[in-house]
Structure formats: C-alpha cells, structure tokens
C-alpha cells in the first residue's frame, strides 16, 4: 500500500461517521443511500518535499472538508466521476516551467470506486485542467 492509498485511508475512515460512507451497521434503506454516495479523499503532491495537501470532498451534498466543495463537485458531476478525462478549460494558458505536481483522488462517486492519480508539469497546468476539485 503507497503512501497515498494509506493517508487516503485515513482521511477517509476519520471523516466516516460524519459522512456516513463508512458505516456498516445501518438499516438497508440507508446502506442503499450510502452506496449512491460520494465521497473522494484529495491529495495534491509536489516536488519541493513539502508535505502533500489533503481534502476530503463529498457531494450529495456538498461539502467536507474542500473550501470549494459544491464547485468541486459540479466539476466531478461533468464527467460522471471519471477524473481521467477531465479538460475543463482545454483554452487555458499556462507558463512551460516544469514543477511537477501530482493530484490523486481515492473514494467514490454515485457509489462506484474512483481512483485517480495524474502528474502534470506544475500547478497551473493541474488548475487549468481540473478546475477547483484539486484548488486547495
């Protein structure tokens, strides 16, 4: 298990009896509504050896620990959870300076397992192409 997987892990279990997602012992009315949930643990690294930032983001409603969680959570919702293709200002203009910085996502959205992670040359070049879900 990588450093992300277990801080991740952590995030998530320590924000679970607020959100709910982690629960096991509800009724099945609720187990149903818990797996619709969505609920992504955000890490954003760079290469400077500071340590990494972290978010939990849950939508549905929005909100934990993201200072831009219901525009986060639009920016997930337009791509249905799958991080992978997001492009959100494809037009952006971004400096060529190469600071690389990975942004990972652990959780799930709509009650389907999500895991990201993607390095891109610097931050700007994170922001342009993920919007606010990784601003934090």
Known sequence: MNAFTR??????????TGTGVLAATAAPAA????????TLALMVHDQTGAD?????????????????????????????GHLGVLDLNPNGACTREYQPVTASAL?????????????????????RQTGPIFDF
């Open 7 to 16: 801080g991740a892990l952590s995030l998530l279990a320590a924000c679970a």
């Open 31 to 38: 187990a149903t509504a818990r797996a619709a949930s969505s």
């Open 52 to 80: 990494p930032r972290m978010a939990l983001l849950t939508c549905q409603p929005a909100g934990g620990a993201h200072p831009q969680a219901a525009d986060a959570c639009a920016a997930v919702a337009t791509v249905n």
């Open 107 to 127: 959780g799930y959205w709509e009650g389907r397992p999500v895991r990201y992670t993607e390095t891109f040359s610097n931050r700007c070049e994170m922001l």
